[in-house]
């Protein structure tokens, strides 16, 4: 789960919020129905900007059917365990900064929903109140940090298979919480990480270095972390892991290859 770079809010959402902000304050109920589907202005951009994957499982996706995922969540919040407050953030419903692209496996149910778990000692925004203010999040926003410094893969062997499973990296509980609330380790997603590891890294590329001549070993190396970290490539955090396990820290200090820091992706 890498950083996000939505860019700048198309201009079409700033009209659309003003707008929505203006009908909905005037609403006695405000749930999901009553703010409607206007957010879904930017579905096209946000899609491109994320180069087409789901902000959360990094799985490529198409545009219709999934969705202008809400951060916080628009209608109702599940805050637990730091609040039981279960307002949802309607206020943010047209706000670029809450607006991601997500796949339907990572937001519907049994998955995230309008689960918006807070550490304990948060106080809840109050409405109309501009994030963060005294919340902390337990869900990682991908918009503003890097998963990849909370979630760490790791291989995890059964009789005949070798699984890539997500867990929380040095007992990160944003790592720990994301998993559990997008469902980052379900096991169709599980069979897909696989998938990847064996054919697009090891088959692509890995296979190469563990055979390469040590002259063009660095070559192999960069050729494949450009290729497999790209921002635009599926499962970028897994790829990290993968590559990370091969050649840990110190023999990457030996063979002087390079790897991105966790926090740059
Ligand atoms: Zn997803």
Redesign the pocket.
């Known amino acids: 789960m890498i950083r996000v770079d939505r860019g700048a809010a198309p201009a079409s959402l700033e009209s659309t919020r003003v707008a929505e902000l203006s009908r909905v304050r005037g609403l006695a109920q405000r749930d999901s129905k009553a703010l409607g589907n206007q957010y879904r202005v930017v579905a096209d951009e946000l899609w491109r900007r994320q180069f087409f994957k789901?902000a959360?499982?990094e799985?490529c996706e198409q545009l219709k059917r999934n969705d202008v995922e809400h951060f916080r969540p628009k209608a109702r919040a599940d805050r637990r365990p730091g609040s039981s407050e279960t307002h949802g953030y309607w206020w943010l419903t047209w706000s670029w900064e809450n607006l991601l692209f997500?796949?339907r496996?990572?937001n519907q149910s049994p998955a995230k929903r309008d689960q918006f778990p807070l550490a304990e000692g948060s106080a809840a925004l109050t409405p109309e109140q501009s994030p963060p203010g005294l919340e902390q999040p337990l869900l990682i926003d991908p918009a503003t940090e890097s998963g990849v410094a909370h979630i760490q893969f790791r291989p995890v062997s059964s009789p005949g298979e070798h699984r890539w499973k997500p867990f929380p990296r040095n007992g990160s509980a944003k790592g720990r919480a994301t998993i559990k609330v997008c469902k980052l380790d379900r096991d169709d997603l599980v069979e897909l990480y696989s998938r990847h590891v064996r054919e697009d890294v090891e088959r692509r590329h890995l296979a190469r270095i563990r055979q390469a001549h040590p002259a063009s070993l660095r070559t192999l190396w960069d050729e494949a972390a450009r290729e497999l970290l790209a921002r635009t490539m599926p499962f970028v955090g897994l790829s990290y892991d993968v590559l990370d396990s091969v050649f840990p820290p110190a023999e990457r200090e030996r063979l002087r290859l390079a790897l991105p820091a966790l926090d740059e992706l």
């Open positions: 789901c959360y499982c799985s997500a796949c496996n990572c």
